[in-house]
């Protein structure tokens, strides 16, 4: 089993959809939480750290789920440019591990 | 502006051929990474290192080395190249004590032919 799992997609929404990506990790010690975006043959870029409480930026909210070890990242009104590669990302005891990614394509 | 840059872009090698990829940051950042991605699965941690003369084994290991004898540069050495690296690699970076935000640069494609 990988250490961190995710549906690979592709999703493919409208514009102005709300569109809803999950991600299971393994291993219980793991610390901390990420979302990295990594568009189409370009490096990864973090997006947002995922906090106990959940978080929000604009139009993206993350959650943590620890008793069910998972995460999630909830986009509204998605637009063209999001477009992309999602990576969910875990940091155990100090090792980064990445999901192998959930693609979105936004189509008009 | 700071960044981090790989050379080359896209490198074919033949099986057996020693390989190095340059990996340079201008961050000043103590901590530097090198993965590689393969359709399927997530980034895999190869080495990576805390500081200079510091170097750490990372998930695959097996094949590559690196040294580190300033604070900009982390190169990756493939000692020889099988066609099982054939992937794109990613060298980043990140602060002292903040293993948590990389920042990554452009890759590199090599082809083990």
């Known amino acids: 089993r990988k250490e961190v799992e995710q549906d690979p997609g592709p999703f493919n929404v409208p514009e102005g959809a709300t569109v809803a990506f999950n991600c299971t990790y393994s291993n219980s010690a793991s610390q901390s939480f990420f979302w990295y975006r990594q568009d189409c043959r370009k490096e990864p870029k973090l997006l947002m750290s995922v906090y106990s409480s959940g978080n929000e930026d604009g139009r993206f909210t993350a959650q943590l789920n620890r008793a069910s070890q998972y995460i999630s990242l909830l986009i509204r009104d998605s637009k063209l440019s999001d477009s992309a590669t999602y990576l969910c990302?875990?940091?155990?005891?100090?090792?980064?591990?990445f999901g192998a990614g959930t693609r979105l394509t936004v189509k008009p | 502006d700071a960044e981090i840059t790989q050379s080359p872009r896209h490198k074919i090698t033949e099986t057996g051929r020693q390989v190095t990829l340059a990996c340079h940051q201008t961050?000043?950042?103590?901590?530097m990474f090198w993965y590689r991605q393969d359709l399927g699965h997530g980034l895999r941690l190869i080495h990576y290192s805390y500081g200079v003369q510091d170097t750490n084994k990372g998930e695959v290991s097996d094949g590559y080395s690196v040294s580190r004898s300033n604070t900009e540069d982390l190169p990756l050495t493939l000692e020889s190249a099988a066609s099982s690296q054939t992937s794109v690699y990613f060298c980043?970076?990140?602060?002292?004590?903040?293993?948590?935000?990389?920042?990554f640069g452009p890759g590199t494609r090599l082809t083990v032919t």
């Open positions: 961050w000043n950042h103590n901590n």
């Open positions: 990302v875990v940091n155990v005891m100090g090792d980064m591990r």
């Open positions: 980043a970076s990140s602060a002292l004590g903040q293993t948590d935000e990389q920042y």
